[in-house]
Structure formats: C-alpha cells, structure tokens
Nanobody, 123 residues
Framework: QVELVESGGGLVQPGGSLRLSCAASGSIISIYTMGWYRQAPGKQRELVAA???????SDGDSVKGRFTISRDNAKNTVYLQMNSLKPEDTAVYFC?????????????????WGQGTQVTVSS
C-alpha cells in the first residue's frame, strides 16, 4: 500500500501564505498523478489542483492565480503553494496519488488518499 503524509497546514491571516507538502512512500511502483482536494464543512469535495508528469492538468476556479502546484519526482512529493489566502479557503485539504498497478486483467490505476490537513484562514 501507498502511504501519504501531509504537512504544512495551520492557521493564517487573510492575505497570508502556506505551503502544503505531501510525501508518498510504501509500495510505490509508478505514480501517474498527484494532486489536492479540499472540503469545507457542509460543502462538496472540490478539486484544487493536480499535476501529471510535470505538467499541471487542472486548476479550480476558486484558487486560480493564487495557488501553485509542483512535484518533485525524486522525492515522490507534491507541494501546494497557497498565496493571498482568503477565509473561504478554510477547509481540510487532502492529498492524493494515482498509481498504475498490476491487476488480474492488466494494469489498473488506483487512487490513494492522505489523512487530510486543516487550513484555517481567519483574522
């Protein structure tokens, strides 16, 4: 199994910055996609950003222009640099990875999740 460990969450004032990190370890074979979702109380889970083979593949409208995703393949780590934070960015942020694994019928893409890290933006 793949284990994901997130760090970097916390409390920050509006306009401030945070940098989230997510390191993958364990039974890593071939990671295809890494990214971040977030979920605020009473709201649907929202894709924040994702990256595949060094290229961004998605960017949520609510964070466009403020958040930047990056990846260090050698460390199997994905980062989320969050700038100009707003109170509405308050949520639990979940890291995920997609990995190709061998299944009974061939290669299968599996998704693994981190435990989530709380980000709170408040004055």
């Amino acid at each position: 199994q793949v284990e994901l460990v997130e760090s970097g969450g916390g409390l920050v004032q509006p306009g401030g910055s945070l940098r989230l990190s997510c390191a993958a370890s364990g039974s890593i074979i071939s990671i295809y996609t890494m990214g971040w979702y977030r979920q605020a109380p009473g709201k649907q889970r929202e894709l924040v950003a994702a990256i595949r083979n060094g290229a961004n593949i998605s960017d949520g409208d609510s964070v466009k222009g403020r958040f930047t995703i990056s990846r260090d393949n050698a460390k199997n780590t994905v980062y989320l640099q969050m700038n100009s934070l707003k109170p509405e960015d308050t949520a639990v942020y979940f890291c995920y990875v997609n990995q190709w694994v061998a299944g009974p019928s061939g290669l299968v893409e599996r998704r693994y999740w981190g435990q989530g890290t709380q980000v709170t933006v408040s004055s």
